[in-house]
């Protein structure tokens, strides 16, 4: 059985930070910039700061949300560049997912010092400059990876663990989560490999999950990938290779529509999940909470839990899984 969800507030609920009352006067110009572009999370989190800037325009409230980030999540430097760019034009706040916990501490904290707050979403920064951090418990769905795929191995056998890249902090702390659970509760369960990085691509993971298997493929009981487009590449790989379908137990971390396909398949046993949609949302709500001067959580859990074929389908997991794109994004 998958474990029980770790609760996911709708994504219509507002916080109490987030209240407000609304004058005529309230206009602001809020910069979203994610990690990447191109990958279904990304367009979750943009499909929620639309959400907030819709309704606040509905309240009579002159929200205009910019998005702009890189095309790939291992570009630091046009992350950087567009920061620095966002802080010249006078934007009035920056909600940010950043690719690097230590590389965008600087030019926030150069934009907190000019008078532009900034808001972090999905993956942490090295820094106190931030009026909030908006984002999964990143760690304990690395612990929820571990126990479901020690338990779908009954606690024996060989696995695999495929990270992300240096430096990013939201893999790096699931990571972290999987490998305490592994140690300490499947003392039978062997580590095969744990310092493979998949790149920021599909296609970059394909190929360093391609070598994995090329080197562990007779061995190897189960995989824990940290990302969606980590995921899809093993996913790739193991079909390739004759190994879908249960034969290698794969737990992916994030949902999309290649993971979904592949969960109902049968080659996916399991995705840990987040809301990124509710990511944006808050982004923007906590963002113009603090344009108001109002007090807003230091930290704010969007929520973690464990989908599989058996649950894909049911309501609370419906935004998750699904997200209501084309509503929001035109």
Request: with cysteine; hydrophobic share 40%; charged share 25%.
């Amino acid at each position: 059985m998958p474990l029980p969800m770790k609760k996911f507030l709708p994504i219509f609920a507002l916080t109490a930070t987030a209240v407000s009352f609304v004058t005529a006067a309230e206009s602001y110009k809020i910069a979203v910039i994610p990690k990447g572009t191109t990958h279904e999370f990304w367009k979750s989190i943009h499909a929620g700061a639309k959400k907030a800037e819709m309704e606040f325009k509905a309240q009579g409230v002159n929200v205009q949300i910019i998005w702009k980030g890189p095309l790939k999540e291992d570009d630091r430097e046009q992350q950087i560049q567009v920061v620095e760019n966002f802080v010249g034009q006078r934007v009035s706040g920056i909600v940010l997912a950043p690719l690097d916990k230590r590389g965008l501490v600087a030019p926030v904290e150069s934009a907190v010092r000019g008078k532009i707050p900034v808001v972090v979403i999905d993956s942490g920064l090295e820094s106190k400059a931030p009026a909030s951090y908006i984002a999964t418990d990143n760690r304990e769905g690395g612990r929820i990876a571990g126990r479901e795929l020690g338990k779908l191995l009954g606690g024996k056998g060989n696995v695999i663990m495929l990270r992300l890249q240096v430096g990013s902090a939201s893999t790096e702390a699931r990571e972290e989560g999987f490998l305490e659970v592994m140690k300490k509760d499947f003392p039978n369960i062997k580590l095969l490999s744990t310092d493979q990085h998949a790149g920021a691509t599909r296609d970059t993971a394909k190929s360093v999950s391609e070598n994995l298997l090329n080197r562990f493929g007779k061995q190897v009981n189960g995989i824990f990938t940290c990302n969606e487009s980590g995921s899809a590449g093993m996913l790739l790989a193991l079909r390739d290779a004759g190994l879908a379908g249960g034969k290698v137990k794969l737990v992916a971390f994030d949902s999309g529509e290649t993971l979904n396909a592949g969960l109902m398949a049968g080659d996916i046993q399991g995705m840990v999940v987040q809301n990124p949609m509710r990511m944006g949302y808050l982004g923007v709500k906590t963002m113009v909470a603090v344009l108001r001067g109002e007090k807003v959580a230091p930290v704010m859990d969007t929520g973690v839990g464990f989908v599989t074929k058996a649950n894909f389908n049911s309501p609370e997991m419906a935004e998750i899984v699904k997200p209501p794109l084309d509503k929001y994004l035109k």
